[in-house]
């Protein structure tokens, strides 16, 4: 079994900061990916930010400049630090870990979602 725990929601005034973070747990044998999702209120969840292992970034058009992922590896944790904060960034926010299991196999796990609110 395989358990991603996302922390770090909170309500923020617009300009404001937060920073989250995400831990995997359990049968790993290997992170391929991780990343940060956003689910709006009516809206699909799309991605924030996610790296891979090896070493690729990738940014939504609209948090470049002002959210920064980062990762320890070696403790399979993920951060999102997000800065200068807009209330189009409420939402909930959920940890995605693509892994490698002990049984070989490859799957995308998710965390249970942590609630972001910036006001204007």
């Known amino acids: 079994q395989v358990q991603v725990v996302e922390s770090g929601g909170g309500l923020v005034h617009a300009g404001g900061s937060l920073r989250l973070s995400c831990v995997a747990s359990?049968?790993?044998?290997?992170?391929?990916?991780m990343g940060w999702y956003i689910q709006a209120p009516g809206k699909q969840r799309d991605l924030v930010a996610s790296f891979t292992t090896g070493g690729t970034t990738h940014y939504a058009d609209s948090v470049k400049g002002r959210f920064t992922i980062s990762e320890d590896i070696t403790k399979n944790t993920v951060w999102l630090q997000m800065d200068s904060l807009k209330p189009e960034d409420t939402g909930v926010y959920y940890c995605?870990?693509?892994?490698?299991?002990?049984?070989?196999?490859?799957?995308?796990?998710w965390g249970q979602g942590t609630q972001v609110t910036v006001s204007s």
């Open positions: 359990g049968s790993i044998v290997s992170i391929l990916e």
């Open positions: 995605n870990a693509y892994i490698t299991t002990m049984d070989l196999r490859r799957k995308d796990y």
